[in-house]
């Protein structure tokens, strides 16, 4: 995300602020970007109705929206933590039972749901040929500057986490999203 160059999963954007995401694939890939509102909406980032173009090549970087797209993406809340999954596939994947591009909606709903239903999709893929992530940024409202006064102590330690799923087992994979 823009405001997490250093990809360490605390960046705080504000409800209607605009968001930009950025994708890097170390390997040629078809990447589905899905985000995951605190509130377990889910949306599609990639795919969607004006970008439908998702095959990423080995070391190449793309931003969603891209420059001088005929759409944005912002923020809208509820405040707490979102999460952007992304899934990376050397294969398209028929994601029609998921993904309604053209209503740029996803039929699932939660992030339990969501999961469910990749894992079946994924399933009847070798392992070696796709893998998840997951980045977290945090909505939230700008608080009021403390008072002149005041000193304000903040613990700054929280990382981010890779999850990665594992087709080995034939019941559904552990959900990235704890």
């Not at 970007?33 to 070391?59: C, H, S």
Request: without cysteine.
């Amino acid at each position: 995300m823009d405001k997490d160059p250093g990809k360490r999963g605390g960046a705080v954007y504000q409800v209607g602020e605009p968001i930009f995401i950025y994708v890097n694939v170390n390997q040629d890939a078809y990447v589905y970007l899905f985000n995951i509102n605190a509130d377990g909406r889910i949306d599609p980032i990639l795919p969607n109705a004006y970008e439908r173009d998702n095959f990423l090549r080995a070391g190449e970087t793309r931003r969603f929206p891209p420059e001088g797209a005929r759409y944005r993406y912002t923020v809208t809340g509820p405040e707490g933590e979102d999460r952007i999954l992304a899934v990376a596939s050397r294969r398209p994947l028929s994601l029609g039972e998921i993904l309604d591009v053209e209503g740029n909606r996803v039929r699932v709903q939660g992030a339990e749901g969501l999961a469910r239903a990749l894992s079946i999709v994924i399933e009847p893929l070798p392992d070696r040929d796709w893998v998840t992530d997951v980045a977290r940024y945090f909505v939230g409202r700008m608080a009021p500057p403390p008072p002149a006064a005041a000193t304000l102590s903040v613990d700054s330690s929280l990382k981010g986490r890779r999850s990665t799923w594992t087709a080995a087992s034939k019941a559904a994979p552990p959900s990235p999203f704890p």
